[in-house]
């Protein structure tokens, strides 16, 4: 059972353009959205996240919007960049008891931006 | 301020043989978590460590253990290696209370 459903798998954008990554979750326990990014060889590194109280967070050039009720967030960067080429994944997580959270991530998307 | 650091880098182990993977958490962290992530998928939660003891398991079988040190620090021993067992293995860190967790390098193994 996928707990996190991530989409597109793939995206490619021009430079400057917006690309728009969409997750969407089953378990309403969920109460941490996080977005991280991971470059080839690398280990993923945090970029912004979001708790279902907030429709809607924005850190530099990435945006997270949230929708409690139709159990679904998304990654909008502005102003993409060939720096930006990577690949995303949503992750979502709960408090297990005794502040015990495990991260749920979803499949990943490989973003590609063209100069 | 360093940040999570694990070893080795990059493993070749042959199928039945046990591995170990070491991980040191951020500064100041006193809680490891163990995912591992297979080529091409979002990483999987395997454990997590606080207090020196397992506080949480995913699915994964019990050839996978680990271990939390006083200094914080984790290892990850996984035996009877299988040719499935080949992924990036990560290792996170984060502080008791909060959900934010920070990913180190990984250590990528192979194995034949």
Known sequence: ?115 | DAGVTQSPTHLIKTRGQQVTLRCSPKSGHDTVSWYQQALGQGPQFIFQYYEEEERQRGNFPDRFSGHQFPNYSSELNVNALLLGDSALYLCASSWTSTETQYFGPGTRLLVL
């Open chain 1, 1 to 115: 059972q996928q707990q996190v459903k991530q989409s597109p798998q793939s995206l490619i954008v021009q430079k400057g353009g917006i690309p728009i990554i969409n997750c969407a979750y089953e378990n309403t326990a969920f109460d941490y959205f996080p977005w991280y990014q991971q470059f080839p060889g690398k280990g993923p590194a945090l970029l912004i996240a979001i708790r279902p109280d907030v429709s809607e967070k924005k850190e530099g050039r990435f945006t997270i919007s949230f929708n409690k009720s139709a159990k679904q967030f998304s990654l909008h960067i502005m102003d993409s960049q060939p720096g930006d080429s990577a690949t995303y994944f949503c992750a979502a997580s709960k408090n297990s008891g005794g502040s015990n959270y495990k991260l749920t991530f979803g499949k990943g998307t490989l973003l590609t931006v063209n100069p």
